[in-house]
């Protein structure tokens, strides 16, 4: 059985190719997680409001947070 070595011409096509693929793949699944995790604290502040409606604004805003 013969060997061949790597040669450095291909490492670097297969990183090039490797980023490429990651970059392509990983922005949709980065975009939709970022989605999802705004959607979830926009849920919990509107909770956070609700709960604490019967507080003057300036306490609910410390209990709460910032709606951004």
Not at 9 to 17: A, D, E, M, R, Y
Not at 21 to 44: C, D, T
Not at 59 to 68: H, K, L, P, Y
């Amino acid at each position: 059985m013969q060997q061949n070595p790597i040669a450095r011409k291909h490492l670097v096509w297969s990183l090039i190719t490797g980023l490429a693929v990651g970059a392509i793949a990983g922005a949709p699944l980065g975009w939709m997680a970022n989605g999802e995790f705004s959607e979830q604290r926009m849920a919990k502040f509107i909770v956070c409001q609700q709960k604490n409606r019967d507080k003057p604004v300036a306490m609910v805003e410390s209990i709460c947070g910032s709606q951004f």
